[in-house]
């Protein structure tokens, strides 16, 4: 019997593994299960846009190149979405995505991590039929909030039908109140995102403690 056959199976396997090795090392493999300490949920994370590594003494969920979101493995319609962000030094952007469809189309909230303490450092703005995002449109839901590199800020969003209230550290009055949201979406995906402009390979926040407790949605109309 001629070895010719396996031999020829053999490099081939062999070049295609170290093939398959070197595209991985340079790409990354997205993962669709993530635990990560802290967080009742696991996480759907690509490598281009998210990591999990240490931060502030906590395993942490790492943002950047905004696209895709880290997505939560859960459906969300209403509920309270909760989290620790801290910014990275020379971070810009971060934003909660939830009821998200698809890019153009789900409920949006920026994080000016660059802006801290300034009048537009929180802001509601979803996206409605484009990616760009209409936050010219929503100026009444911006609020000075004051970001830190060197600790965990909480947020906690609560969401019920159209109402989004959105509370910062331990403070019982929330910093922004949408009595009607304008997204166009009324169930989806939670996700994060975060972006340095111009630098889409550095890291701009790490998110950590992300609990979601969905409730049953009210019985009324999405724009009431």
């Known amino acids: 019997m001629s070895l010719r056959a396996p031999v020829r199976r053999c490099l081939a396997y ?24 802290g967080s009742n949920v696991t996480w759907s994370l690509d490598p281009r846009s998210a990591k999990v590594d240490q931060h502030l ?29 801290a910014s990275m030094p020379g971070g810009n952007f971060a934003g909660l995505v939830f009821r998200y469809a698809n890019p153009s189309e789900h409920e949006n909230v920026y994080l000016r991590l660059h802006k801290s303490g300034s009048f537009d ?36 969003a609560e969401v019920s039908g159209s ?40 890291w701009t926040a790490a998110l950590s403690n992300v609990v979601i407790t969905p409730r049953a949605a009210r019985d009324t109309a999405m724009f009431a």
């Open 57 to 85: 003494g906590r395993r942490a969920i790492f943002l950047r190149g905004q696209s895709p979101p880290a997505f939560a493995n859960i459906d969300f319609v209403d509920g309270t979405i909760e989290f620790d962000i």
């Open 163 to 202: 109402r989004l209230e959105i509370f910062v550290g331990d403070s019982t009055k929330p910093t922004v109140v949408v009595p009607r949201m304008r997204g166009v979406t009324s169930a989806g995906r939670i996700g994060f995102w975060g972006r340095v402009n111009e630098k889409p390979d550095e």
């Open 121 to 156: 450092a929180m802001q509601y703005a979803p996206r409605v039929f484009t990616t760009a995002g209409i936050w010219q449109l929503t100026r009444e839901f911006m609020s000075p909030v004051t970001y830190r590199s060197d600790a965990w800020l909480r947020v906690r």
């Open 14 to 37: 062999g070049f295609v593994l170290v093939a398959t090795i070197a595209l991985t090392a340079r790409t990354g493999v997205s993962q669709s299960a993530v635990a990560v300490d």
